[in-house]
């Protein structure tokens, strides 16, 4: 779907050991500022139990996991949003994503120097969100400018236009995120206009030593209660140990290693769980003795959309889809099983798709 997560925070607080982690790819991950200067590009493979589930029940001879897209993108610093640092290109690469990772480091180490030079997540936090907010505030202010001038002849959709951007424009005076901004039905097309940095969703992932990553620490337990407001999702990672389970070969090696640690599934998996959920997405599957894979759309698709993620031709001569709920799949065990016993509808244009669902597309061209 080109949809995109992306990584950020202060320099060196281990979002590239974290990219690493993520992508298996090999990001340098340095310790020093500004290791990371142009984005790196990753695709990230979703875990998914129910499909290898259905590729037992189906035999295929291939199995096909869906993902997302991540860039691991240049630490940011205070003054960013006047261009100090790599500030300028930090915003657009963020301008660019749907969601943002945002990483805050919450271990103390006195061989990993910290750009402001002691550890604290609230501080480094704020100051992301302050150039963020700054920027947007840049952002409103040359299209409120612009809205002024056409309101002058009364048009009621620019004067409507300089009302709800005043109002925003106090949102961000207030330190505010655009995201929390309460908007009218009828203001949404504006706001989505704007493509504020703001406005992204956020996950944060706590980044801390091996011994708090079950628990937690002092710091992130601080970085919790700073961010109450925001029903936010918090994730406890160690990108030190994610790195290690990382260069692990075999499945068995990683349990082992993650039962010796205490943990019940890489921290990489919830991350990679978190994301998909914060991109509002769901998965669909197709299974064929050919392929059993996994399809990725947004929460309230119909199935002809869902279709045109197979091939645009799919919804261009979209038929009917045939559907058969994950749970009774496993339940009976087979298609033929599923179909004997009634289980297998048969939906219309207008059916949303559910997560979890197995499709079969009926078209015509």
């Not at 011994?211 to 109450?228: C, H, K, M, P, Y």
């Not at 349990?255 to 919830?270: I, K, S, T, W």
Request: hydrophobic letters at 45%; aromatic letters at 8%; proline letters at 3%.
């Amino acid at each position: 779907m080109g949809l995109k997560c992306g990584i950020v925070g202060l320099p060196n607080v281990g979002k590239s050991t974290l990219f690493n982690a993520l992508t298996s790819a090999k990001a340098l991950a340095a310790n020093y500022p500004f290791a990371t200067k142009d984005p790196n590009m990753g695709v990230i493979t979703v875990p998914d139990p129910r499909l290898d589930k259905l590729a037992e029940l189906v035999n295929p001879q291939r199995v096909v996991p869906t993902n997302i897209d991540i860039l691991d993108i240049a630490g940011l610093i205070k003054g960013a949003s006047k261009g100090e640092g790599l500030g300028n290109q930090f915003l657009a690469n963020i301008r660019e994503v749907d969601a943002i990772i945002h990483v805050v480091r919450c271990f103390v180490d006195d061989n990993v120097v910290h750009v402001d030079g002691s550890v604290d997540p609230v501080r480094d936090k704020e100051i992301i969100d302050l150039e963020l907010l700054f920027k947007d505030m840049e952002t409103l202010e040359k299209r409120l400018d612009r809205f002024r001038r056409a309101a002058k002849s009364g048009e009621k959709e620019a004067l409507r236009a300089v009302e709800t951007s005043e109002r925003l424009m106090k949102h961000f005076e207030a330190s505010q995120p655009a995201r929390t901004f309460a908007y009218e039905f009828d203001e949404k097309e504006l706001f989505e206009d704007l493509f504020l940095l703001t406005a992204k969703p956020v996950l944060y992932v706590c980044n801390v030593d091996e011994d708090s990553v079950n628990t937690g620490n002092a710091l992130t337990e601080a970085f919790r209660q700073s961010i109450a407001a925001e029903n936010a999702e918090i994730i406890l990672i160690s990108a030190g140990i994610e790195a290690d389970i990382a260069e692990l070969e075999t499945k068995e090696e990683r349990m082992e290693f993650l039962e010796a640690m205490g943990l019940h599934e890489p921290g990489v998996n919830r991350i990679i769980q978190a994301s998909y959920k914060l991109l509002d997405l769901i998965t669909y599957f197709t299974a064929g003795e050919k392929e059993v894979r996994a399809w990725t759309i947004r929460t309230g698709t119909k199935a002809p959309q869902a279709a045109a993620v197979i091939h645009t031709d799919f919804e261009r001569g979209f038929i009917r889809a045939e559907v058969i709920k994950y749970a009774d799949f496993i339940a009976y065990g087979s298609e033929q099983a599923i179909k004997e016993a009634g289980k297998m509808s048969v939906e219309g244009k207008e059916y949303v798709v559910g997560d979890g669902d197995v499709m079969h597309f009926r078209f015509n061209v």
